[in-house]
């Protein structure tokens, strides 16, 4: 009996290729599950929320008239006006989110109420 030029998987009827894709997507969940079962992957996902308003928040301030034009009523326009005590009521907000560990939270609130919490 000649040998089957065929690989055996072939002869089976599975392909080699899927094998290996099914390995690779089981171990992907694997991964995720570990990471979302660490708490990593929640971290992860709210950085990178952060990092994307962070960077929107940034372009807008630089450029000509960015998401929100600059004579709009927004939140962090009437918290500037408001004066002092409402910007020391949203750095008590940020020390909260501090102490408490919700750095990206925080990091959201400083940039969309636009204070600067290191200058305070």
């Known amino acids: ?3 089957s030029p065929l690989p055996s998987d072939a002869l089976s009827g599975t392909n080699p290729l ?3 894709i099914d390995a690779e997507e089981q171990l992907r969940g694997r991964v995720i599950e570990a990471l979302r079962n660490q708490g990593v992957l929640a971290g992860l996902r709210a950085s990178l929320r952060a990092a994307v308003f962070t960077a929107l928040t940034e372009e ?4 000509p008239k960015g998401i929100h034009a600059s004579d709009e009523d927004t939140p962090a326009r009437r918290l500037r ?3 002092e005590g409402a910007r020391r009521a949203a750095l008590v907000v940020a020390d909260f989110l501090e102490a408490y560990g919700l ?3 925080r990091s959201v609130f ?3 109420a636009n204070i600067d919490a290191e200058g305070a």
Request: glycine share 16%; proline share 0%.
């Open 1 to 3: 009996m000649a040998a």
């Open 18 to 20: 899927s094998v290996g």
């Open 60 to 63: 807008e301030r630089r450029g």
């Open 81 to 83: 006006e408001s004066g």
């Open 103 to 105: 750095l990206q939270t």
């Open 110 to 112: 400083l940039a969309e």
